[in-house]
């Protein structure tokens, strides 16, 4: 049976990206178990422009009923003034598709080291995951208004909601170092301080793993100052929107970070963990690597094809050794050259 991908470029940015990644699962696909079918739908600005909606109602069904969703980026300065903008359809999708678990990895492969701002010897090994939890918190928490003279936001979390999210991280943790530091902002947030007693409490039950906990300031600075001592952080949905574009600086750029996001039944969805870069879009130059990585991410995790996803992780890696590099990363290559040799590579393998 063949597996439905349904693919939401988006806009500025994410389209070309989109391009790149789907020609990369076009040149692994003939060695995959599966076959994959590609339906593409309208999404942010797009969304709008081509329906009137960011997220046009035949989009959500068409994801509703996929096996897995591939998503570039959205947004940019023409929608931004709108009632409905591309970030609120980001939202009500995750919200729709009960997205609660959003898995930013962040490893700096020795192709990556020379290319960070911050010293060899403090990024050299980096290998981390940030577990951001993506459906609730201050991004969806009401009641919430905005007058001329005064604002105010939300920042609630339920019970289950936390427990769930720490679920996540403790058992990623299992599978890797074992260890799980909780980022919140307990010395505060009445929100943090449910967070930190509710890790305390799932922790009971992961006694093969070590918790700690670190107040959000901090960890923005630790994260830079020795990014080796993290395995997992978990942490909400807005310090870990932070934390993650904050740690891309580690291998160099946004342009490398690709992301998941998990529900507890339906189909999970991959996209970067960047925007829509309107400042470089439409000159062909974007990094196509976060959008390539985050299709072997769907690889492995939606459709078990473990040798395929290894695959693609090592022809970027391969081809960043050689040194092919892009704007972001002090290079001349183009989306199109980078990803032409990613291909080249794969099908050389
Ligand atoms: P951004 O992530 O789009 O860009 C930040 C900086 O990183 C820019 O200088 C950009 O050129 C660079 N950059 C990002 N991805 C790159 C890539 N693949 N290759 C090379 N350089 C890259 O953030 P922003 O400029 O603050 O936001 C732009 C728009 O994107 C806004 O409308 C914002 O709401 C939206 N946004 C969307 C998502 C998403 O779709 N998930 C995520 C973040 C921001
Ligand atoms: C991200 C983005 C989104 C977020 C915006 C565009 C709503 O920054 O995916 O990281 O804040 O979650
Ligand atoms: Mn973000």
């Known amino acids: 049976m063949k597996k439905k991908i349904v693919v939401l470029a988006g806009d500025g940015i994410g389209p070309e990206i989109m391009a790149s990644?789907?020609?990369v699962l076009d040149a692994v696909a003939k060695k995959c178990f599966h076959s994959f079918e590609l339906e593409e739908h309208p999404f942010g600005g797009a969304g709008l422009d081509e329906a009137g909606a960011s997220l046009p109602k035949k989009t959500l069904a068409a994801c509703q009923?996929?096996?897995?969703?591939?998503?570039?980026?959205?947004?940019?300065?023409k929608w931004e003034k709108m009632s409905d903008t591309p970030e609120k359809g980001l939202l009500a999708l995750r919200k729709a598709l009960n997205?609660?678990?959003?898995?930013?990895?962040?490893?700096?492969?020795?192709?990556?080291?020379?290319l960070s701002p911050l010293k060899p010897e403090i990024i050299e090994g980096t290998d981390l995951i940030?577990?951001?939890?993506?459906?609730?918190?201050?991004y969806f928490g009401e009641p919430r208004e905005l007058t001329e003279q005064m604002a105010y936001d939300t920042a609630r979390y339920q019970k289950n909601e936390i427990e769930r999210i720490l679920h996540s991280a403790f058992k990623l943790a299992q599978s890797r170092g074992k260890k799980v530091t909780s980022v919140d902002k307990a010395n505060v947030l009445a929100s943090s301080k449910l967070w930190r007693a509710t890790a305390e409490e799932i922790?009971?039950?992961?006694?093969?793993?070590?918790?700690?906990?670190?107040?959000?300031?901090?960890?923005?600075?630790?994260?830079?100052?020795?990014?080796?001592?993290?395995?997992?952080?978990v942490t909400d949905n807005l310090f870990g929107d932070i934390l993650s574009d904050e740690a891309s600086v580690l291998p160099g750029s946004l342009g490398v970070l690709p992301s998941a996001s998990y529900s507890t039944d339906g189909p999970s969805l991959y996209e970067p963990i960047h925007g829509s870069a309107p400042d470089i879009a439409g000159q062909g130059i974007?990094?196509?690597?976060?959008?390539?990585?985050?299709?072997?991410?769907?690889?492995?995790?939606?459709f078990q094809e473990e040798t395929a996803a290894q695959a693609i992780e090592d022809a970027c890696d391969k081809i960043l050794s050689k040194g092919l590099l892009t704007h972001d990363l002090g290079g001349q290559a183009t989306t199109a050259q980078f990803t032409e040799a990613v291909i080249q590579e794969l099908e050389g393998a």
Do not use: T, W
């Open 21 to 23: 990644g789907l020609q």
């Open 65 to 77: 009923n996929a096996d897995a969703i591939l998503l570039g980026a959205i947004g940019g300065p």
């Open 99 to 114: 997205l609660f678990a959003n898995i930013r990895p962040v490893a700096v492969s020795s192709a990556l080291i020379h």
């Open 130 to 138: 940030i577990v951001r939890e993506l459906s609730s918190g201050i």
């Open 203 to 233: 922790a009971k039950e992961y006694p093969d793993c070590r918790l700690e906990h670190q107040y959000v300031d901090s960890a923005a600075m630790k994260l830079i100052q020795n990014p080796k001592a993290f395995d997992v952080i």
């Open 286 to 302: 974007a990094n196509p690597i976060s959008m390539i990585l985050s299709v072997a991410m769907m690889l492995r995790q939606s």
